[in-house]
Nanobody, 116 residues
Framework: QVQLVESGGGLVQPGGSLRLSCAASGFTFSMYATSWYRQAPGKERELVATITLFGGSTNYADSVKGRFTISRDSAKNTAYLQMNSLKPEDTAVYYC?????????WGQGTQVTVSS
């Protein structure tokens, strides 16, 4: 059974940090590019960061560059999103996505709330 399970979300004050994890099972995770998306209330889902198959390349949305870092540990079948200097506008449900050719898998999402 294919699964992506996100964890690590929560409530944090502005300027704080969180690390999200995305644990994969049921498919060959190392063969999939991994991305983090987020969706805030009333807004469309947006791409936050992407990391290629073996972590050789990363890309970030302009809004998170210099604050967020995406990484992966293929031996653990897990991807991460380190989020620093969090802002209230980072509040959203964060989703993990794994994609390879015509196959795309999604996690259920984890809530991140940045508020004082």
């Amino acid at each position: 059974q294919v699964q992506l399970v996100e964890s690590g979300g929560g409530l944090v004050q502005p300027g704080g940090s969180l690390r999200l994890s995305c644990a994969a099972s049921g498919f060959t995770f190392s063969m999939y590019a991994t991305s983090w998306y987020r969706q805030a209330p009333g807004k469309e889902r947006e791409l936050v960061a992407t990391i290629t198959l073996f972590g050789g390349s990363t890309n970030y949305a302009d809004s998170v560059k210099g604050r967020f870092t995406i990484s992966r540990d293929s031996a653990k079948n897990t991807a991460y999103l380190q989020m620093n200097s969090l802002k209230p506008e980072d509040t959203a449900v964060y989703y993990c996505n794994a994609k390879h050719r015509d196959r795309s898998y999604w996690g259920q999402g984890t809530q991140v709330t940045v508020s004082s």
